[in-house]
């Protein structure tokens, strides 16, 4: 079987085969065949794509070239043959899988005073290529008579396999000279694209780099704040289930009220912090078995003003967002909470969500002051504090949904219920996408 692109080594030894981009070689057709249809160019045309979708991509195009050529073929797989019922003077050739062609890049324009080749084959790499844009083809682009008289002869053959009678008629410049003219012209042409192919390959590797460098910024506060989260946990060995419950139940219940995506991406890690204060306070009245005294609830109250010192003044959204939870989630809507005792809507969103998933949790699981409660329990207590403690509308969304909750605090434990060591945190965050979107 032939290769067309097999033509440029065989036959034209001072033909360059040069590495075009797909970006490239959609031009290069476009380029094409819009001179046939701008000049109304009567000439036969073969162009072979890889995929009939692509051929569809381009109909329209096609249809203008198919009303004013004399003769066009089309190669592609899976040809639909409904879909393409309107064509006059096109013949479809489907291609066998394992024919050569399927890797093939193929246009030529058969023209006596306009020929053009455009002939390549994909470069196949070890490693897909990331970007479908910059798929590399290994070909040549020429307007030699000479190379397109060689091109149909191979092609003459291809058509004879899939068992089409082609007549190649040996048309030649008529004018001497045109074939020099016309070879300096795809000289040209090919130096003019090797340029802005190195160029944009440039700024891809520009582009590349910038955004590895935001990646490693994102990772890099990421990473800060599970280490923050880790150093709280030494206080505390119950809290990293505790702040990682809290973090999944915010961003479900705050993606319920918050529209902004950006702000519902940074929930996840700003409430993961919202204790964090409770690393300044005394081991004696955090891990008290029993009831604080009044003196040292007060302290206790003040972790919300720590966590707040920690994060306070960044210009990072992500820590901003922390320290707004970390200072308010304790307030109350009615307006008898702490720090503050702000009330209503002066009480940040993030906050008033926080609220009722960090009292939801505390309730729910065993402290070292108290004991879990029933779920049934924990949802009447909740009920009772509509517009007292919690914001009423957000709790009903919460409420609502708490099978969803109890499902994710199902797959929590489950996850989670060998001894907690270090890795919970990364763990966690490797696995959170999962955790929202499993089903
Ligand atoms: P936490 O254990 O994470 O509890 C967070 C919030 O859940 C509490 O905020 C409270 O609003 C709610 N909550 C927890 N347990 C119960 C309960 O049994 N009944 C009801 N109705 N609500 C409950 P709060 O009260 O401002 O406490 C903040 C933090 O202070 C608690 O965080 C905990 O670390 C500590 N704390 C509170 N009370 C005690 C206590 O009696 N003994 C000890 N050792 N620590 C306490
Ligand atoms: C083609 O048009 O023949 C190939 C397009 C592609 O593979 O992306
Ligand atoms: C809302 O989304 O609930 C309105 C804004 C606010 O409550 O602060
Ligand atoms: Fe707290």
């Given at each position: 079987m032939l290769e067309l692109s097999d033509i440029a080594i065989n036959n034209a030894s001072d033909i360059e085969q040069k590495i075009y981009t797909k970006c490239s070689l959609i031009a290069i057709s476009h380029g094409l065949e819009d001179m046939v249809a701008e000049f109304?160019?009567?000439?036969?045309?073969?162009?072979?794509f890889q995929k009939f979708r692509f051929f569809l991509a381009e109909i329209e195009r096609y249809k203008i070239l198919d009303n004013l050529c004399k003769k066009m073929y089309i190669f592609a797989r899976n040809i639909n043959k409904d879909m393409v019922k309107g064509f006059k003077n096109t013949v479809f050739?489907?291609?066998?899988?394992?024919?050569?062609?399927?890797?093939?890049?193929?246009?030529?324009i058969n023209h006596p005073e306009h020929p053009a080749v455009f002939l390549s084959k994909e470069v196949i790499y070890s490693e897909p290529v990331k970007e479908d844009q910059f798929r590399k083809f290994k070909g040549f682009l020429s307007f030699s008579q000479d190379i397109l008289a060689e091109t149909l002869k191979v092609m003459k053959s291809k058509l004879i396999e899939y068992g089409i009678n082609y007549d190649l008629v040996n048309t030649q410049f008529k004018k001497s000279g045109q074939d020099i003219e016309s070879r300096k012209?795809?000289?040209?042409?090919?130096?003019?694209l090797s340029e802005i192919e190195d160029k944009s390959a440039q700024l891809v590797a520009q582009n590349t780099l910038l955004e590895n460098t935001l990646i490693e910024n994102v990772e890099?506060?990421?990473?800060?704040?599970?280490?923050?989260?880790?150093?709280?946990?030494?206080?505390?060995?119950?809290?990293?289930?505790?702040?990682?419950?809290?973090?999944?139940?915010?961003?479900?219940?705050?993606?319920?009220?918050?529209?902004?995506?950006?702000?519902?991406?940074?929930?996840?890690?700003?409430?993961?912090?919202?204790?964090?204060?409770?690393?300044?306070?005394?081991?004696s009245i955090l891990l008290k078995p029993g009831k604080l005294t009044m003196e040292e609830f007060d302290i206790m109250k003040t972790h919300t003003i720590n966590g707040a010192r920690i994060l306070s003044n960044s210009k990072r959204?992500?820590?901003?967002?922390?320290?707004?939870?970390?200072?308010?989630?304790?307030?109350?809507?009615?307006?008898?909470?702490?720090?503050?005792?702000?009330?209503?809507?002066?009480?940040?969103?993030?906050?008033?969500?926080?609220?009722?998933?960090?009292?939801?949790?505390?309730?729910?699981?065993?402290?070292?002051?108290?004991?879990?409660?029933?779920?049934?329990?924990?949802?009447?207590?909740?009920?009772?504090?509509?517009?007292?403690?919690?914001?009423?509308?957000?709790?009903?969304?919460?409420?609502?949904?708490?099978?969803?909750?109890?499902?994710?605090?199902?797959?929590i434990n489950l996850r989670f219920n060998e001894p907690i060591n270090e890795d919970i945190f990364t763990s966690f965050f490797n696995n959170s996408m999962n955790f929202i979107t499993e089903e």
């Open positions: 109304k160019l009567k000439s036969e045309i073969f162009v072979t050739i489907e291609i066998n899988e394992n024919d050569p062609l399927v890797d093939e890049w193929d246009i030529i012209m795809s000289f040209f042409l090919n130096r003019t890099l506060s990421n990473e800060i704040i599970k280490r923050l989260c880790y150093s709280a946990e030494y206080k505390d060995e119950d809290s990293a289930l505790h702040m990682i419950r809290v973090s999944l139940y915010s961003s479900i219940l705050y993606g319920m009220v918050e529209t902004c995506e950006e702000k519902r991406r940074l929930m996840n890690y700003a409430a993961l912090m919202h204790d964090i204060g409770k690393i300044g306070i005394a081991d959204g992500v820590i901003k967002m922390g320290y707004e939870i970390a200072l308010n989630h304790h307030e109350k809507w009615d307006g008898s909470g702490y720090p503050s005792g702000i009330s209503g809507k002066n009480i940040p969103l993030t906050a008033r969500v926080v609220a009722i998933v960090d009292v939801f949790d505390a309730l729910s699981t065993k402290r070292v002051y108290k004991s879990a409660f029933p779920i049934e329990t924990c949802i009447e207590i909740l009920k009772e504090q509509r517009n007292k403690h919690f914001d009423g509308e957000i709790l009903d969304l919460f409420l609502n949904s708490i099978d969803e909750i109890l499902r994710y605090r199902d797959m």
